[in-house]
């Protein structure tokens, strides 16, 4: 069975810096979707970005950017110039190829903004 | 109206009653979930209908009864629940099957349920 692990329970940063948000997975396959959902306080949890495994190319979507490393089973969230909006939880998450019924999510990670 | 609505947001119960909590989605998908999200712990799948049909039960207790009338909209009734199924309870829908569907779930806001 695939497994997700977000090692940092809780993470901060100072507005406008950057943050790095670490994942790693398992699973015995090769193609998948992995998932960065953010989840504000009260709040629908979003999805933030995606990276299919196929494609190699680091996923970008404006000021965030994942760090896909296939090899070593690693999907990092890198969130740049932090704004006080981008407080919440953060969740990794992987999805076999062709279907979200199967999504794996990891415990998550609190971040914090700091002014 | 939003993509995925929930009501109530919030319900308490005692151990002995028995309620429903309600998802509607209306973003035209054929997929509806539920997941129940304790603290510190990982999304847990419960149950997903496809185009009306439960086709997944993860080893939920009988004291969950999903039920699924058309494809926007979902249930979980609930009855003789213990206090460690307090939780906030998610539903989300998505639109497998189709050309480059990469899996993306669209979330409600979730009810949170407290169990006395």
């Known amino acids: 069975a695939q497994t997700v692990t977000q090692s940092q329970p809780e993470m901060s940063v100072q507005e406008a810096e950057t943050v790095t948000l670490s994942c790693t997975y398992d699973t015995s396959e090769s193609d998948y979707y992995l998932f960065w959902y953010k989840q504000p306080p009260s709040r629908q949890m979003i999805l933030v970005i995606r990276q299919e495994a196929y494609k190699q190319q680091n996923a970008t979507e404006n000021r965030f950017s994942v760090n896909f490393q296939k090899a070593a089973k690693s999907f990092s969230l890198k969130i740049s110039d932090s704004q006080l909006g981008d407080a919440a939880m953060y969740f990794c998450?992987?999805?076999?190829?062709?279907?979200?019924?199967?999504?794996?999510f990891g415990k998550g990670t609190k971040l914090t903004v700091n002014p | 109206e939003t993509g995925v609505t929930q009501t109530p947001r919030h319900l308490v119960m005692g151990m002995t009653n028995k309620k429903s909590l309600k998802c509607e989605q209306h973003?035209?998908?054929?997929?509806m979930y539920w997941y129940k999200q304790s603290a510190k712990k990982p999304l847990e799948l419960m149950f997903v209908y496809n185009f009306k049909e439960q086709t997944e039960n993860n080893s939920v207790p009988s004291r969950f009864s999903p039920e699924c009338p058309n494809s926007s909209h979902l249930f979980l009734h609930l009855h003789t629940l213990q206090p460690e199924d307090s939780a906030l309870y998610l539903c989300?829908?998505?639109?497998?099957?189709?050309?480059?569907?990469?899996?993306?779930?669209?979330f409600g806001e979730g009810s949170r349920l407290t169990v006395l």
């Open positions: 998450a992987y999805s076999s190829q062709g279907g979200s019924e199967k999504l794996v």
């Open positions: 989300a829908s998505s639109q497998p099957g189709t050309s480059g569907n990469t899996g993306e779930l669209f």
């Open positions: 973003l035209g998908h054929n997929a």
